[in-house]
């Protein structure tokens, strides 16, 4: 069999609506059958996480469950060291041919209008492009980059204004991000007591 499989990666920490409803949205603009949502292990080009790894693949499958087509990947925090794009890119294609002998698979890596300004700095970014068509989401505030040397699809998705660091300060300074965040992962974090101002 022949697939189409996206990679979202991020901190998701924590993860939120936007970040589920981009998959969805790349999904249905692509024609994919999977995403695998992937959280960072230690991600060098972000400030240290707050969550743990641990707790960071638990919110991602939590706000995933139901949703067969999206696939929760710990392959970035098993591997020691920085987390870099093309090693996650590369492993998950080497998981996916020992899973799957004989089937083949085109590969999409979504990414925010933000990540993509920077893409050219990233480590092995030619590489990228080689081993997958690039998916960027158009964010509020960040003009579109139209760069005709890199090749990309665009989606647009409601509420991807929405970042991790606007839900932690929320959920520091004790306001309800209902709506913002799946309910399950907002239960996760109320009862681990997670961002919470000490």
């Known amino acids: 069999m022949h697939y189409r499989i996206g990679i979202l990666g991020g901190s998701f920490d924590p993860i939120h609506s936007a970040h589920v409803a981009a998959a969805r949205v790349a999904m249905d603009t692509l024609t994919l059958d999977r995403v695998v949502v992937v959280p960072a292990g230690v991600a060098y080009h972000r400030d240290r996480t707050i969550a743990s790894p641990e707790q960071r693949i638990r919110m991602v499958e939590l706000a995933i469950e139901g949703e067969p087509q999206l696939v929760a990947s710990a392959v970035d925090i098993q591997r020691s060291g920085n987390t870099y794009s093309i ?7 080497e998981q996916f041919s020992s899973e799957n002998p004989g089937d083949t698979a085109d590969w999409f890596f979504i990414m925010g209008e933000d990540a ?5 700095s990233w480590k092995e970014s030619e590489q990228i492009i080689k081993e997958c068509e690039l998916v960027v989401i158009s964010r509020p505030g960040f003009p ?10 665009r989606i647009h998705v409601p ?3 929405v970042s991790s660091s606007d839900i932690r300060t929320a959920l520091t300074n004790g306001q309800s991000v209902e709506g913002l965040v799946p309910a399950p992962v907002v239960d996760y974090i109320a009862s681990n007591k997670l ?4």
């Open 159 to 161: 509420g991807w204004e």
């Open 87 to 93: 090693d996650t890119i590369v492993e998950l294609k």
């Open 116 to 120: 993509f300004a920077s893409f050219e």
């Open 195 to 198: 961002y919470a101002h000490d």
């Open 144 to 153: 579109d980059r139209h760069n005709s040397s890199i090749p990309a699809h």
